[in-house]
């Protein structure tokens, strides 16, 4: 098993920053490829960024490239996805992943979540 605990969400304008973090434990961190999704509000949930195991390929869903960046501490089993540019349809609960193994971009691959964090940004 691999608990996912995420942490970092909040209100901010359009225009602003947040950083998300998930810290993780149970198993070996590094044997995971790491994911962040969202859903919003009568929306399924969507990809947003991913990471390999040891963080030399990284992965963007279009709506948030060049404006999010995913990064991982092996070292302290933590993975962030920092939020830059926010826009009020970046609303919606973000989610951490694991996969063991390689990445997709298909949640139905991942076997591990956390709980969600609230990010709410305002027009």
């Known amino acids: 098993q691999v608990q996912l605990v995420e942490t970092g969400g909040g209100l901010v304008q359009a225009g602003g920053s947040l950083r998300l973090s998930c810290a993780a434990s149970?198993?070996?961190?590094?044997?995971?490829?790491m994911g962040w999704f969202r859903q919003a509000p009568g929306k399924e949930r969507e990809f947003v960024a991913a990471?390999?195991?040891?963080?030399?390929?990284?992965y963007y869903g279009d709506s948030v490239k060049g404006r999010f960046t995913i990064s991982r501490d092996n070292n302290k089993n933590t993975v962030n996805l920092q939020m830059n540019s926010l826009k009020p349809e970046d609303t919606a609960v973000y989610y951490c992943a694991a996969k063991y193994g390689s990445w997709t971009r298909y949640q139905s691959d991942y076997a591990y979540w956390g709980q969600g964090t609230q990010v709410t940004v305002s027009s």
């Open positions: 149970g198993r070996t961190f590094s044997n995971y490829a």
């Open positions: 990471v390999s195991r040891y963080g030399e390929s990284i």
